[in-house]
């Protein structure tokens, strides 16, 4: 059975307008990011035909093929952990990286991006809830992190990013998107220009816009289920 993209994005387009308007904020205050792991390029373009204006990769070498075929029709955000020596083919393509999980990166980035006379946008990504499946920085690292990266002349932490557990009830991880929040705001409360919160996917989205994401992440709601 085909996916009907273009419906799909309409009723997500609509419960992200719900969920901020139940919060009280501006629903353009939330960016869909359209998640096109395992997703070929015919349906990729099908999105943005339909209005997608982000694509959300994890992989570089996927995103190379992709972009190869794809160019700049939409905007490119690297969403998955990247290896250090893999940034240089990753500024090539992605405009901003949500997922910089150490100093270290953050340093090879800055590298990268001097070469090329640029400043790349990039959120920290923070393992809130603890998983030791998933990257990221500690909560209790963060702040050092983003002062450590502000340091760096060309790139700009522009906002923190996480993963929350697989759970069927959204709710279960309310918290979890409401400490990355929290972390955001005594970050800006300390004179930090971190704004962004990336952070909610097809099953919890809901609830992260909710509690604040700027981001949301999606996938499998836009383009059917699909095998990893």
Request: one cysteine or more; aromatic letters at 6%; hydrophobic letters at 40%.
């Amino acid at each position: 059975m085909e996916t009907d993209i273009e419906k799909n994005l309409v009723s997500v387009r609509e419960r992200i307008e719900r969920a901020a308007l139940r919060s009280g904020r501006d629903p353009s205050g939330v960016r869909l990011v359209a998640v096109t792991k395992t997703v070929g390029v015919d349906l990729i373009n099908r999105a943005i035909d339909a209005g997608v204006g982000i694509i959300g990769e994890n992989r570089v070498k996927d995103a190379k093929e992709k972009f190869g075929k794809i160019g700049a029709r939409a905007g490119w955000h690297m969403i998955g952990h990247l290896q250090r020596n893999k940034v240089r083919d990753a500024l090539r393509i992605f405009e901003m990286i949500h997922s910089v999980d150490s100093l270290r990166l953050a340093r090879a980035i800055d590298g990268e991006a001097s070469g090329r006379d640029i400043t790349v946008p990039v959120m920290v990504e923070v393992n809130v809830s603890g998983e030791e499946t998933k990257y990221g920085v500690v909560p209790g690292e963060v702040r050092e992190i983003v002062e450590a990266a502000g340091r760096f002349g060309n790139i700009r932490v522009c906002g923190l990013m996480t993963m929350a557990p697989f759970v069927q009830d959204a709710e279960e991880v309310r918290p979890v998107f409401r400490e990355l929040r929290r972390l955001r705001d005594a970050l800006r409360r300390s004179g930090f220009d971190v704004e962004y919160l990336s952070m909610g996917m097809t099953q919890d989205f809901e609830v992260a816009i909710e509690e604040g994401a700027t981001h949301v992440r999606i996938g499998s709601a836009i383009f059917g289920p699909r095998k990893y």
